[in-house]
C-alpha cells in the first residue's frame, strides 16, 4: 500500500536531451541581464556613496547574478531526474540559495573593509529589477522558445 510511482510526463514536457534545461537558459538569461542592470546599480551608488559604495554595490549585484546562474543550473539538473526531485530543487534550492547569499555577503563583509548598506541594498535592488524583468519578458512572449509544451 505505498505511492505508486508517478507518471511519466508527455515527451513535449520532457527536457531534451544534450540541451541545456529551460531553467539553465533562463538563468544565463538573467545573468545577461545583469550585464545592464549591475552598471546603472554601480553607477548610482558610485555617484551615491562613492567609490567604495561602487564596489560594494558591484559585489552586490555579483553574488545576485551568481544565485540566479545557480538557480538555473540546480533546477534544469533536477528536472532532467524527476518531477518530485525538481518541486524539491525549487522549494528547498531557495532557502539554501537565500542562505548562500546571505553567507557570502557576510564573509565578504569579515574579510575586507566595504560598504556594507551599499552592497545589500544593491543585492537587494538587483535581484527584484532582474526578476520583474525576466518574468515580465517570459509574461510577453519575448522569448517563445521558452514557452511550455514546444
Given at each position: 500500500?505505498?505511492?505508486?510511482?508517478?507518471?511519466?510526463?508527455?515527451?513535449?514536457?520532457?527536457?531534451?536531451?544534450?540541451?541545456?534545461?529551460?531553467?539553465?537558459?533562463?538563468g544565463r538569461?538573467?545573468?545577461?541581464?545583469?550585464?545592464?542592470?549591475?552598471?546603472?546599480?554601480?553607477?548610482?551608488?558610485?555617484?551615491?556613496?562613492?567609490g567604495a559604495?561602487?564596489?560594494?554595490?558591484?559585489?552586490?549585484?555579483?553574488?545576485?547574478?551568481?544565485?540566479?546562474?545557480?538557480?538555473?543550473?540546480?533546477?534544469?539538473?533536477?528536472?532532467?531526474?524527476?518531477?518530485?526531485?525538481?518541486?524539491?530543487?525549487?522549494?528547498?534550492?531557495?532557502?539554501?540559495?537565500?542562505?548562500?547569499?546571505?553567507?557570502?555577503?557576510?564573509?565578504?563583509?569579515?574579510?575586507?573593509?566595504?560598504?556594507?548598506?551599499?552592497?545589500?541594498?544593491?543585492?537587494?535592488?538587483?535581484?527584484?529589477?532582474?526578476?520583474?524583468?525576466?518574468?515580465?519578458?517570459?509574461?510577453?512572449?519575448?522569448?517563445?522558445?521558452?514557452?511550455?509544451?514546444?
Open positions: 500500500m505505498g505511492a505508486e510511482p508517478a507518471p511519466p510526463l508527455p515527451v513535449e514536457y520532457q527536457p531534451a536531451p544534450g540541451r541545456p534545461g529551460i531553467e539553465a537558459r533562463i538569461d538573467m545573468a545577461w541581464r545583469g550585464l545592464w542592470v549591475g552598471p546603472v546599480i554601480v553607477a548610482v551608488f558610485g555617484l551615491l556613496r562613492g559604495g561602487a564596489v560594494a554595490a558591484a559585489v552586490g549585484v555579483l553574488v545576485v547574478v551568481a544565485n540566479f546562474l545557480l538557480a538555473g543550473w540546480l533546477l534544469s539538473a533536477a528536472a532532467s531526474i524527476s518531477l518530485r526531485l525538481y518541486h524539491a530543487a525549487a522549494l528547498f534550492g531557495f532557502l539554501i540559495r537565500l542562505g548562500l547569499i546571505t553567507a557570502t555577503m557576510f564573509g565578504v563583509a569579515a574579510l575586507f573593509e566595504i560598504d556594507r548598506p551599499a552592497m545589500g541594498i544593491a543585492a537587494v535592488v538587483a535581484y527584484l529589477v532582474l526578476l520583474v524583468w525576466e518574468a515580465a519578458a517570459l509574461t510577453a512572449g519575448a522569448r517563445k522558445e521558452y514557452q511550455w509544451g514546444r
